[in-house]
């Protein structure tokens, strides 16, 4: 595997991650230096490990897991996603803030589903008997730097005072929207 081959894998990879960062960003408002490291630095971890564990588990884990990988995804964006809408919409007054996404379970369930897919690219790299290390590697740094960029670009976005009001809601509705469109990239969604 060439190295454009292995930074445009990486790239593709990151796309759930900045998408989630701008959410996270928006609904912080003034992300914190302590917020992008968290961030970026959980998303870019996951993002190395999966393709690690996937390549480690071969071929049998990968028909276990292809079946339902983007049913597990889309479940954990929509459990976050729905908690940050729930709390957007019982705001009784400006005072109050959203749920910090770079803590705790929020933390770790976004860095879950948005690294699903990094399994499935190593369980490929095992099929192909690629190794994973250098790959591996790439794929957690542009992770990190897109989640940080994406951080970034949320808290800007939330300057606008529109969005100041709604940013909580919007992130939650940004999360679930990625939920659904891994359903539909997977062709799990059927429409008539």
Same mark, same amino acid.
């Given at each position: 595997? *060439?190295?454009?081959?292995?930074?445009?894998? $990486?790239?593709?990879?990151?796309?759930? $991650?900045?998408?989630?960062? %701008?959410?996270?960003? +928006?609904?912080?408002? @003034?992300?914190? $230096?302590?917020?992008?490291?968290? /961030?970026?630095?959980?998303?870019?971890?996951? =993002?190395?490990?999966?393709?690690?564990?996937?390549?480690?588990?071969?071929?049998?884990?990968? @028909?276990?897991? =292809?079946?339902?990988?983007?049913?597990?995804?889309?479940? &954990?964006? /929509?459990?976050?996603?729905? #908690?940050?809408?729930?709390?957007?919409?019982?705001? =009784?007054? !400006?005072? #109050? *803030?959203?749920?910090?996404? *770079?803590?705790?379970?929020? &933390?770790?369930?976004?860095?879950?589903?948005?690294?699903?897919?990094?399994?499935?690219?190593? /369980?490929?790299?095992?099929?192909?008997?690629?190794?994973?290390?250098?790959?591996?590697?790439? %794929?957690? %740094?542009?992770?990190?730097?897109? *989640?940080?960029?994406?951080?970034?670009?949320?808290?800007?976005?939330?300057?606008?005072?529109?969005? =100041?009001?709604? $940013? !909580?809601?919007?992130?939650?509705? +940004?999360? %679930?929207?990625?939920?659904? #469109?891994?359903?539909? !990239?997977?062709?799990?969604?059927?429409?008539?």
């Amino acid at each position: 595997m *060439t190295i454009p081959n292995i930074i445009a894998l $990486a790239v593709a990879l990151a796309m759930d $991650a900045f998408a989630v960062s %701008i959410a996270a960003g +928006v609904a912080l408002k @003034t992300v914190s $230096a302590r917020q992008f490291f968290r /961030l970026s630095w959980h998303f870019g971890l996951f =993002q190395a490990v999966m393709p690690i564990i996937g390549w480690s588990a071969g071929l049998s884990f990968r @028909t276990m897991i =292809q079946a339902f990988d983007h049913w597990v995804a889309f479940g &954990l964006l /929509l459990f976050v996603g729905g #908690n940050m809408l729930r709390s957007a919409l019982g705001k =009784q007054d !400006e005072g #109050n *803030t959203c749920k910090d996404p *770079t803590r705790g379970s929020s &933390l770790v369930l976004l860095s879950v589903a948005t690294s699903i897919d990094a399994l499935a690219v190593g /369980l490929s790299m095992a099929l192909l008997n690629v190794s994973i290390w250098f790959p591996a590697f790439i %794929i957690g %740094i542009v992770a990190a730097l897109f *989640t940080a960029f994406g951080l970034f670009l949320g808290g800007r976005a939330c300057r606008f005072m529109i969005l =100041q009001k709604y $940013a !909580e809601g919007l992130g939650a509705m +940004v999360l %679930i929207g990625i939920g659904v #469109n891994i359903l539909y !990239e997977h062709d799990a969604l059927f429409f008539w």
